[in-house]
């Protein structure tokens, strides 16, 4: 054997070892979406409420453990996120890595979002729904003029834009956006569908922050949507304290990379 | 803009432009609107992280997202327009031996290695080392460094939104042809990772080679 396809075998071999150790470390089955109706929130843990209306952005700051529930409660098509770490906004959500690390784009309850640095933002701890969209992401100018015939509708593009600038950031702070309540699918041709019948009036995605965060939300319809008007319906923003993780936590555990994720993310906060 | 210019008639010797990158590292170089960028995967099975940016303004930059809207569809081939944050065609595929290529997985990184392939791989060369060596050079930072396309990287995404780096499609002498649309900056990472199959564990040399062209 050359040097060069030894080389090449003791990688691949190596790769199978990483691999094999990560099967060990069996991911744990998903435990599929929250039921209606469960995952009360306590009323006397919330620190803020506020309804978005159609359309429009709205920004929060989260502290680690704080919980943000988004109430999609006439189940509109699409309700957009961009997460920054509040105490360094170089480090942002990461759509690839998410994607990529977790070795799927469906993002339901028990996975978590990742930044550009290996660490996780936040996990899925609540979700009704199980149908988010992270490759495609919001609506723009563009694709409002396509839809509706109007690039001066409200858009995801600068909501996300507007939002940002509440933090004293600007466009070089954004990239990809994760899209809740928003059933995109890459069918075997490589197209986009949309799967009807998956959103409910009253579906919710709670994340909880697992460091300290700057939010960025944008109301507008997905660009896939169906419907020939733009008639953006309302959300429910809910900040709340919920329990700490335990040790058997889900989104803490769910696989090993979620668990290398944390290790990545805990020693920000050690010995606060 | 109509195309005037096919790359079958391409010719090397005509090229105002013909660079090697050396396996495993960074490259960039202003394209003008109207030349054509062509990346050669000399050895087959080699991923080439890139990036574009306005080269008049660096905060347009390449949008995964806005490419993936206005195509309707989930990889880069012949006919795509790669569309930036502010929505306009920075640049067009104009031609493509390969057949597919990657925009959703995104560049590897010391840190995400980590989480992909455990805390011992921290200190390996990774491609958002080698977009963050390139972009400084222009002024730009880590903040600027956005998901890319990568070229010759085979990342199928399932129905069920399950998604993998697989074996590479790409054979020996694979090429895509990139007409710029825009005078843009193009900044490549030579993959260097080693930990899966997205060169076949062999990082190799890639050649990179513009043309003017004669498009109005």
């Not at chain 1, 599929?32 to 920004?59: D, K, M, N």
């Not at chain 1, 495609?136 to 909501?159: H, M, Q």
């Not at chain 1, 419907?227 to 304290?241: D, H, K, R, Y």
Request: proline share 6%; glycine share 8%.
């Amino acid at each position: 054997m050359t040097d060069k396809a030894s080389r090449i075998e003791a990688l691949r071999r190596r790769y199978l070892e990483l691999k094999a150790a990560g099967d060990n470390l069996a991911p744990k089955a998903l435990p599929g979406p929250t039921a209606p109706g469960s995952a009360p929130v306590l009323a006397a843990a919330i620190r803020h409420r506020e309804e978005i209306p159609g359309g429009w952005y709205w920004t929060a700051r989260l502290s680690r453990g704080e919980r943000l529930r988004i109430v999609n409660g006439n189940a509109t098509p699409g309700v957009s996120v961009f997460l920054w770490n509040a105490e360094d906004p170089s480090e942002r959500y990461n759509s690839a890595d998410t994607m990529k690390l977790q070795w799927t784009a469906a993002l339901p309850k028990g996975r978590v979002l990742f930044s550009d640095m290996g660490r996780v933002l936040a996990s899925v701890v609540e979700d009704t729904c199980g149908a988010h969209d992270t490759v495609v992401g919001g609506s723009t100018p563009a694709s409002n003029a396509a839809k509706y015939g109007d690039a001066t509708l409200r858009s995801t593009a600068e909501n996300m834009r507007l939002a940002a600038s509440k933090f004293g950031l600007g466009k070089r702070d954004l990239a990809p956006v994760i899209s809740f309540f928003s059933p995109v699918q890459v069918t075997a041709e490589g197209t986009f569908a949309w799967a009807e019948g998956k959103l409910v009036a009253g579906d919710f995605v709670e994340l909880r922050a697992e460091m300290n965060l700057l939010v960025a939300v944008s109301n507008c319809p997905h660009p896939f949507a169906p419907g020939a008007s733009f008639a953006p319906q309302p959300i429910e923003a809910v900040i709340w304290q919920g329990p700490a993780p335990a040790d058997d936590d889900l989104c803490r555990t769910a696989t090993a990379e979620a668990v290398r994720g944390f290790e990545n993310t805990d020693p920000l906060f050690a010995g606060r | 803009m109509t195309v005037t210019v096919t790359p079958a008639v391409l010719d090397a010797a005509n090229a105002v432009y013909d660079f090697t990158i050396p396996a495993t590292r960074p490259w960039s170089h202003v394209v003008k609107r109207g030349q054509i960028l062509r990346i050669v995967d000399l050895e087959g099975c080699q991923a080439v992280d890139t990036l574009f940016y306005n080269a008049h303004d660096f905060a347009e930059r390449y949008s995964a997202q806005d490419t993936l809207l206005a195509q309707g569809s989930a990889y880069v081939s012949t006919g795509t327009k790669l569309v930036s944050n502010d929505g306009n065609v920075m640049a067009t595929v104009v031609a493509d031996s390969c057949g597919r290529h990657d925009t959703s997985a995104g560049a590897c990184s010391c840190e995400a290695n980590t989480v992909r392939f455990g805390h011992h791989t921290r200190y390996m060369h990774a491609c958002r080392e080698n977009f963050v060596i390139e972009v400084t050079k222009w002024g730009m930072t880590k903040r600027d460094v956005v998901p890319n396309i990568n070229f010759f990287m085979n990342v199928p995404i399932e129905p069920d939104g399950k998604l993998a780096i697989v074996d590479g499609i790409s054979a020996p002498g694979s090429h895509v042809d990139i007409r710029a649309e825009m005078d843009i900056l193009c900044v490549v990472s030579n993959c260097p990772q080693v930990n899966n199959p997205c060169n076949g564990f062999d990082p190799t040399p890639v050649r990179v080679l513009i043309w003017d062209g004669e498009a109005a």
